[in-house]
């Protein structure tokens, strides 16, 4: 079973408009991690933000903001004033009591000028 | 450049050959990772070294593969007998100590197997 689900394989947007990325994960572990990483065309993953299963208060950085909901086991990520740099696939990633992450699909942003 | 470098960064090789790939984690990590992503998907997890010992393996991780990390620092990953199923990105990455911390991501190595 999938872990991690990102159902929104590709989303375009026009420059200006907000954008949510959907991330929803499964876990039995009361203690886990959850991240988003950014793939941009040139490929290398770029950490974006942490949160443990213990801090369900969103996070505003910049454009950027994640909202945490346990119990909808879903931490979405909003882009606001979306830019053309914004392109790229986004990853969500959870890490329970190992250390191996567990990504989902990705979803492929388009961000159109 | 301190972040994670890999070598190659392109690998193009004959179905049966034998290939290598080199990890340089960040200095100071002493957690190493390797995953692999194919087209259209996320990294998948295939090994992790906490200094030079190979504490997790992936059922991905075929017996065609081995990964090493000698001396704690640069980690090699070997593919024996390629097949075009390898045919992917490899990634390396590397963290601090704990639980939970980020991973920092490398290049990566495309590998093509004709």
């Known amino acids: 079973a999938q872990k991690v689900t990102q159902a929104q394989t590709e989303i375009s947007v026009v420059e200006k408009e907000d954008v949510t990325l959907d991330c929803v994960y499964e876990?039995?572990?009361?203690?886990?991690?959850l991240f988003w990483y950014k793939q941009p065309p040139s490929g290398e993953l770029v950490f974006l933000i942490r949160r443990n299963s213990f801090d369900e208060q969103n996070e505003i950085s910049g454009r950027y903001s994640w909202n945490f909901q346990k119990s909808t086991s879903s931490f979405n990520f909003t882009i606001t004033a979306s830019q053309v740099v914004d392109s790229a696939v986004y990853f969500c990633?959870?890490?329970?009591?190992?250390?191996?992450?567990?990504f989902g699909t990705g979803t492929s942003l388009t961000v159109i000028p | 450049d301190t972040g994670v470098s890999q070598n190659p960064r392109h690998k193009i090789t004959k179905r049966g050959q034998n290939v290598t790939f080199r990890c340089d984690p960040i200095s100071e990590h002493n957690r190493l990772y390797w995953y692999r992503q194919t087209l259209g998907q996320g990294p998948e997890f295939l090994t992790y070294?906490?200094?030079?010992?190979?504490?997790?393996k992936s059922r991905l991780l075929s017996d065609r593969f081995s990964a090493e990390r000698p001396k704690g620092s640069f980690s090699t990953l070997e593919i024996q007998r390629t097949e075009q199923g390898d045919s992917a990105m490899y990634l390396c990455?590397?963290?601090?100590?704990?639980?939970?911390?980020?991973?920092?991501f490398g290049p990566g190595t495309r590998l093509t197997v004709l």
């Open positions: 876990t039995r572990d009361t203690t886990y991690y």
């Open positions: 070294f906490q200094n030079e010992a190979q504490l997790e």
């Open positions: 990633a959870l890490s329970e009591a190992g250390n191996q992450f567990y």
């Open positions: 990455a590397s963290s601090g100590r704990g639980w939970g911390v980020e991973q920092f």
